[in-house]
């Protein structure tokens, strides 16, 4: 079990993030990722406005088995929600890769320039910067290809 910053037990021990597109795909299995680039959002944090607009992608990703109903069809700017076509399928943010990309970007300036208040370790910094490393060829990849990727996460 993993702990958080302040001496607790974090209930996202377990999270796994599926990217994949027809160019290649990745799993991200960072809590820290998770908390700290997809649901920035969420944390209690100041953001601007267009902050607020460029993350918003991110905070509709979809958890794959448990969906929110309130997100099913919802879209934005290069993205929008793909609901599961049966039962044995999930629903999926589907996003242009230069829309992600700009995304997880942003909420890594973000997390860069505010990495005290949002109580982030190094290691956990680390940690991100690896997965983001990883993530950013899936999307190099999917651009390269002209080919739009699908996000989802179970935990």
């Not at 021990?13 to 820290?32: C, D, K, L, P, Q």
């Not at 609901?83 to 242009?96: C, G």
């Not at 973000?110 to 680390?126: C, D, G, P, T, V």
Request: net charge negative.
């Amino acid at each position: 079990m993993s702990m958080t910053p302040g001496g607790e037990f974090s209930p996202m021990e377990m999270i796994h993030v599926n990217v994949s597109s027809r160019a290649g795909g990745y799993t991200i299995g960072s809590s820290a990722f998770f908390r700290c680039m997809m649901r920035l959002t969420d944390q209690d944090v100041k953001l601007s406005s267009a902050d607020r607009e460029e993350l918003q992608v991110l905070a509709a990703i979809p958890h794959a088995l448990d969906p929110d109903e309130e997100i099913m069809g919802a879209f934005g700017r290069g993205w929008r929600i793909v609901p599961p076509r049966d039962n044995r399928d999930w629903p999926v943010l589907e996003a242009s890769p230069t829309r992600l990309r700009h995304a997880f970007e942003r909420a890594r300036s973000i997390l860069w320039i505010r990495a005290a208040e949002l109580r982030i370790s190094a290691q956990e910094i680390a940690s991100i910067e690896e997965e983001f490393d990883a993530l950013d060829g899936v999307i190099a990849r999917a651009e390269a290809a002209g080919v739009p990727v699908n996000i989802s996460y179970v935990s």
